[in-house]
Each structure stands twice: as structure tokens, then as C-alpha cells.
């Protein structure tokens, strides 16, 4: 169990029985913070058991009351930049963009600068609300920093309260197009499992057999390319539509690698190399980054009422990789 003391940078948790690297024992024992995040700490010495400090993340762990101390965080303050924005709707209250790929949706470690925050802070100027106190657009829901799509942004309060409310019911509308290595089966269903973060690498998902959250996606192969390897055997690749019918972290992600049809170019779930004519495809095509695009937003105004969908088409790079799939 992780509490806080009188110093809220201060985290302790008891650690009952030894014999595991510590790294991975904290990493248990501290859900908040990563695996590598504790890594550093430890070096830094911020890590101590029993009052005494520890060091050495490869060392086995034993018994005892483990403190960690943070130290302060730096404010976040994104700044408003000027990058160009495809805005698809705008009004007074909320803003739908088509972000494109390697845009994060917000500051974070390792992309402090560059995101949709700082452009919509450019783009709003001073039509942004206060909300929680700070002129800044309410980012409601994500999309992965390499997956392209629409957005939706709230700039007022009411529009914001409005929006998470229809994110945490489910109320929206969501098909994002997934070009993958081979092809779900069947060709249309619903992957429902548990998802959470991995016991093995807590920097990914995984489909859980309990704990985490359940997560719903329906599915559907709108095309496939190449022919199989043998009878019975998947397609080299496919074109998927996929609705989401929750929003976890990775979801379609973890789902389609879970059907053994990982997204192409998909760094982190993408196990397993594709056929060579499809590697040749994503190269010719200039793919670097996961297949997935969020294609549909659909919604009804918080504030008007006023029914509103959107819908794009995959950018060039997916475009580009379909049309050579296509060929083969």
C-alpha cells in the first residue's frame, strides 16, 4: 500500500518478502512511478530502506519500509507557438482539429514544446476560458503522439465539463483506420478483454486476465493485401475500421496485436517482422510511425446541442502504403 507523509514529495510502501531485482520490487510497490523513473532515483540516492539509503536497481530486494523522495516538480507552463492548425470546426466554446502524426497532444517529458496545447494557446489567444484557473485549452481525450486524427479541444469551461462527461459515458463516436500485419479473424467481431499495464514492461499495455479495465473495441477488415503463405493462412496485410467502444490507453493497439494483426510500423506492439513486399511497402511509402489514423469524431455539442460528426482520410504516408499494398 503507497501513502504519503507529511511531505507529499515523500512515498513510502512496506515491501514484504525479498529475492527479486529492487528495481522491479519498487516498481510493484510504487504503481506511480516506472521501472526507469526509479532507476535514476536510486542512483540519486532519493531511495532508502528503513532510513537507510539503498542504491543499485539490479540488487535483490529485501524486507523492509521503503521511502522515495520526488523532487519538485516544475510548473507546468506551456507557451503559445505558432503551428499551423487543420481546424475542422471552431466556435466559442470548442475546437475539432485533424492532428497530424508526431504532434503530442500535450507537454510531457520529452515533447515540452511542439504540441497541440502550445498551438491551440497561439491559435484561441485570449477567446481561452480559465480553466482550473489557467488560460489553456481542455485537452478531453488523446491520441497517441504518432497517430494522426481528429481532435476535439474544449475552450470553455461548460464545454470542457460537457466533453469529459461524454468521454467517461462512452457517448462519442470514434473509428480510427488500422493498416495491420495480416488480418484479424474473423473479419468482423468484438475484441473485449482487461487492459492494463504490463507486469513484464510497465511502459506498455497488455491484455490482462484480470485487473486493469475492461476495454471494448469493435472491428472490421475492409481490405486485405497480399496473398497468404498458404491456404487457410492470413493476408499479408489488411485495412481495419476500428470503434472504439472504450478509451484505454493503447487500446486498438494492444487489441489488434492481441489478434496476432499488429499495426505496421508500430514500435512498441508491432512484434514479429511483415512479409518482405510489405516491409518494402512501408519503406517505399515512407511509413515512420505506427498505421493509425483516427478517421470519425462524432458528438453532440455540449453546449448547443447541435449534432456534429467529422471524418478524414488517412495522411500521405498511409495513403502511400495502402496504394503500394494494394499492388501486391
Known sequence: MISEDDDPTVLEARIGVGGVRLDKALADAFPGLSRARLQALLAEGAVRRDGEPVAGGSAKATPGLYTVTLPPVAPADPQPEAIPLAVLFEDADLIVVDKPAGMAAHPAPGSETGTLVNALLHHCGDS?????????????????????????AAKSDRAHVGLSALFAAHDIERT???LTRGAPSPAR???????????SDRKKMAVLRSGGRNAITDYVVKAVFGAPARPGAAPMAARVACTLQTG?????RVHLASRGA????????????????VRA?????GLKRQALHAAVLGFVHP???????FET???GDMRVLEQKLSQL
Open 128 to 152: 481561452l476560458s480559465g480553466i482550473g484557473g489557467v488560460a489553456r485549452p481542455g485537452i478531453v481525450h488523446r491520441l497517441d503522439k504518432d497517430t494522426s486524427g481528429v481532435m476535439v
Open 262 to 277: 499488429p499495426i505496421l510500423g508500430d514500435p512498441v506492439y508491432g512484434s514479429g517482422s511483415p512479409a518482405a513486399p
Open 189 to 199: 467481431g468484438r475484441i473485449e478483454t482487461l487492459i492494463g499495464r504490463s507486469s
Open 248 to 252: 484505454r490507453t493503447h487500446q486498438i
Open 176 to 178: 480510427y483506420i488500422a
Open 303 to 309: 453546449v448547443t446541442g447541435e449534432a456534429l460528426r
Open 281 to 285: 511497402a512501408m519503406t517505399d511509402a
Open 313 to 315: 482520410p488517412p495522411p
